[in-house]
């Protein structure tokens, strides 16, 4: 068997590598995939699904918010 070994790991470590991870490999949702899923979902958990899009979001900007008003 073989294992995949990711060349960074052997030059980055700990906080420097997720770092690096963050910036080359950043973890945005594809709109297709969330459409896949939402197609076989049923209406009432796509309008769970939405009221806790927005709850994120708002909690969101109260934590920018936050940060922003700390400086």
Same mark, same amino acid.
């Given at each position: 068997?073989y %294992?995949?070994?990711?060349? @960074?790991?052997? !030059?980055?470590?700990?906080k420097?590598?997720? !770092?690096?991870?963050? !910036?080359?490999?950043?973890? $945005?949702?594809?709109?297709?995939? !969330?459409?896949?899923?939402?197609? =076989?979902?049923?209406?009432?958990?796509?309008? %769970? $699904?939405?009221?806790?899009?927005? %709850?994120?979001?708002?909690?969101?900007?109260?934590?920018?918010?936050?940060?922003? =008003? @700390?400086k």
């Open positions: 068997m %294992a995949a070994i990711d060349p @960074m790991a052997m !030059i980055l470590s700990g420097a590598l997720e !770092i690096w991870y963050q !910036i080359h490999h950043p973890h $945005t949702p594809k709109v297709s995939a !969330i459409q896949e899923v939402l197609k =076989t979902a049923a209406p009432e958990e796509v309008k %769970a $699904t939405l009221s806790r899009a927005k %709850a994120l979001v708002e909690y969101g900007k109260a934590v920018e918010e936050a940060i922003a =008003t @700390m």
